[in-house]
Structure formats: C-alpha cells, structure tokens
C-alpha cells in the first residue's frame, strides 16, 4: 500500500511503498477513504511529541480518517466489515496507526464511532481533532453567554468550529482570521474579526476591549505571543493554548486560569459532533481535496492553513 512517512524524527515526508497490514486479534483492517491534515501530524514528525509518546518508524503519518472497516481480526465485537466509520487514532507508538495510508489496522477499542447517513467520509474526516477540540473546549467554558471571546487562528480547522460553537452560546467573539476570511467569521457569528498582519492583536484588543477580555483561546501563537495577549484576560477569565505554551503559575498569579489543551477523545464526542453536523447546527470549514501524492509538498510549506485539507484515496 502507499502511505505517507518519515524515517526519523525531523526527516522529510515521501510516498512509501508498504506492506498491508493484517488485523491481529481485537484489531480491526480500516480502508481509508478520507484523511485530514492537522498542524499536529508535523508537530509529531518533527519530534514535538517524542516526550510525550513513544515512535516507531517508519512513521505513517496522520491521526483522522474515515474510511470502511474490511476485515476483522479475531475476538472483535461492535465494529464488522462493511461498516463506514470515523475518528482519531493518536495512539503508541505514533506512526504504527498513522492515517496518510491506504489501510491502517487499528485495536477495535480505538475512538471509532459510525459515520451516521447524511454525513460523508470526506466531512467525516475534517471532525475528529478539530471538531473535537473545539466542541472539547466550548463545553469546557461554559457558560459563555455574555463573556468575550477572542480566538486566535479562527479561520483555521479548529477556530472554524469554536467561532460558531463560542457565538451559538452566546459569546461576543472576536475573531482572529485574515480579513479575506472576515465573510466567513461573520457568518460564523463572530462579531469582529481582527487581521494580526494588518493590526497587532494586543492592540487591537486593547482598544476595543480596555477593561480586557473574559476568555482568550489561543490556536496559533508561540510562546512569547501567547503570554503578551493574555495581558489582556482579566481576573477570573481564562486563557487557553492547544500549543502547550501557557505558563500556568505566572498566569494564576494574575488571577488567570492557564490551560494547556489536550483532548480527550471518545467515541461520545465524535458521535456528537457528527449529529451536529448532521442537523447543520455547525457547519464545516471549507474543504481542499488533495491526494496522498500531493501531500509531501503540501505539508513541508510553513504556514497557517485556512480551513481544512483532507486527503482523499
């Protein structure tokens, strides 16, 4: 089969030939139909996790997937050939269930959940990590009516779906997204949309918010960014990155709570997302389809992307 891998920590992507896996026992063979990039699956190639988590190489790239389940291994329950499921598999050692492949065998008790009808894989497979990081993270501020909010990167997968979770809850949202996203924040309901390339953030959030803001999620920002802007949380407020770079005691000292994001996967968050989606009561980021051959260059450029890309077979 094709994958996408890398043979040591910070080593370039390439198209590899490898052999098919076979389900081994609780393990289930999954042909992956669609794979959505995240910032993450860089982050881990390039070593970012190797603290964290144990590798194997060559590392398969990728964490989300949607894809049909094609064979079972023995002792598998819940999950039979035939079934169209989707999910996040960021599990040890990183690389051994990477999703920038044409199969991948997984242990059945993965956070899978069934992609329900209405639903296709190609969206499917934009909502395990950025859905579920967003939806993790609104849940997790409640309540937010009447705070406001600025969201660092909101144009991005993540920040596409907090906007319109953070707004439908009633927040004041300010957006952080180039200005030819502005359209796009809008209709997400944030209520301003902050261009950092046109207006430094902290100032433009100084002026508009001078006795500072409630919440501050953080999707983009380095270290030294990220400690600037939550200057601008007021006491009792909370300030979140997904980039695991918020010092937390200096934060308490100010009266902030500091959060460095992780998710927590499972399949009762992914079925969620996947109903809401459903029932248009959030709306996914806009799609670029790209196939494994194109993902080498595509995932070696720097850069914030816009919306999501996904991988298709």
């Given at each position: 089969?094709?994958?996408?891998?890398?043979?040591?920590?910070?080593?370039?992507?390439?198209?590899?030939?490898?052999p098919r896996p076979r389900p081994k026992p609780g393990q289930v063979l999954i042909a992956v139909q669609a794979a959505g990039l995240n910032p993450?699956?860089?982050?881990?190639?390039?070593?970012?996790?190797?603290?964290?988590?144990?590798?194997?190489?060559?590392?398969?790239?990728?964490?989300?997937?949607?894809?049909?389940?094609?064979?079972?291994?023995?002792?598998?329950?819940?999950?039979?050939?035939?079934?169209?499921?989707?999910?996040?598999?960021?599990?040890?050692?990183?690389?051994?269930?990477?999703?920038?492949?044409?199969?991948?065998?997984?242990?059945?008790?993965?956070?899978?959940?069934?992609?329900?009808?209405?639903?296709?894989?190609?969206?499917?497979?934009?909502?395990?990590?950025?859905?579920?990081?967003?939806?993790?993270?609104?849940?997790?501020?409640?309540?937010?009516?009447?705070?406001?909010?600025l969201i660092v990167g909101a144009s991005g997968g993540v920040g596409s779906f907090l906007t319109q979770l953070a707004a439908q809850a009633g927040?004041?949202?300010?957006?952080?997204?180039?200005?030819?996203?502005?359209?796009?924040?809008?209709?997400?309901?944030?209520?301003?949309?902050?261009?950092?390339?046109?207006?430094?953030?902290?100032?433009?959030?100084?002026?508009?918010?001078?006795?500072?803001?409630?919440?501050?999620?953080?999707?983009?920002?380095?270290?030294?960014?990220?400690?600037?802007?939550?200057?601008?949380?007021?006491?009792?407020?909370?300030?979140?990155?997904?980039?695991?770079?918020?010092?937390?005691?200096?934060?308490?000292?100010?009266?902030?709570?500091?959060?460095?994001?992780?998710?927590?996967?499972?399949?009762?968050?992914?079925?969620?997302?996947?109903?809401?989606?459903?029932?248009?009561?959030?709306?996914?980021?806009?799609?670029?389809?790209?196939?494994?051959?194109?993902?080498?260059?595509?995932?070696?450029?720097?850069?914030?992307?816009?919306?999501?890309?996904?991988?298709?077979?």
């Amino acid at each position: 089969m094709h994958a996408i891998t890398v043979s040591d920590y910070g080593a370039g992507p390439a198209v590899t030939e490898l052999p098919r896996p076979r389900p081994k026992p609780g393990q289930v063979l999954i042909a992956v139909q669609a794979a959505g990039l995240n910032p993450m699956d860089m982050e881990i190639a390039n070593g970012g996790w190797k603290d964290r988590m144990p590798a194997t190489f060559p590392m398969v790239l990728g964490v989300d997937l949607a894809g049909i389940v094609e064979e079972d291994g023995p002792g598998v329950a819940g999950l039979e050939p035939g079934d169209l499921v989707f999910g996040q598999l960021l599990i040890a050692p990183l690389g051994s269930a990477g999703t920038y492949a044409e199969y991948v065998a997984v242990s059945a008790d993965a956070p899978l959940a069934h992609v329900p009808a209405g639903l296709d894989p190609v969206t499917a497979a934009t909502l395990p990590t950025a859905g579920g990081t967003a939806m993790a993270i609104a849940e997790s501020l409640a309540p937010l009516a009447g705070k406001t909010a600025l969201i660092v990167g909101a144009s991005g997968g993540v920040g596409s779906f907090l906007t319109q979770l953070a707004a439908q809850a009633g927040a004041h949202v300010d957006a952080g997204a180039p200005a030819a996203e502005a359209g796009r924040m809008k209709r997400y309901g944030a209520a301003e949309t902050i261009d950092r390339a046109a207006t430094p953030l902290p100032d433009a959030v100084a002026r508009a918010h001078p006795d500072g803001i409630d919440v501050l999620v953080d999707l983009a920002s380095d270290g030294r960014q990220f400690a600037v802007l939550a200057r601008h949380v007021r006491r009792g407020g909370t300030a979140i990155t997904t980039r695991y770079v918020a010092d937390r005691e200096m934060l308490a000292r100010a009266g902030v709570t500091g959060v460095n994001f992780q998710l927590p996967m499972t399949v009762s968050l992914l079925d969620r997302l996947a109903a809401a989606v459903v029932a248009r009561t959030i709306t996914p980021p806009p799609i670029t389809r790209i196939s494994l051959d194109e993902v080498p260059a595509l995932v070696s450029r720097q850069g914030h992307a816009e919306g999501k890309t996904v991988i298709t077979m």
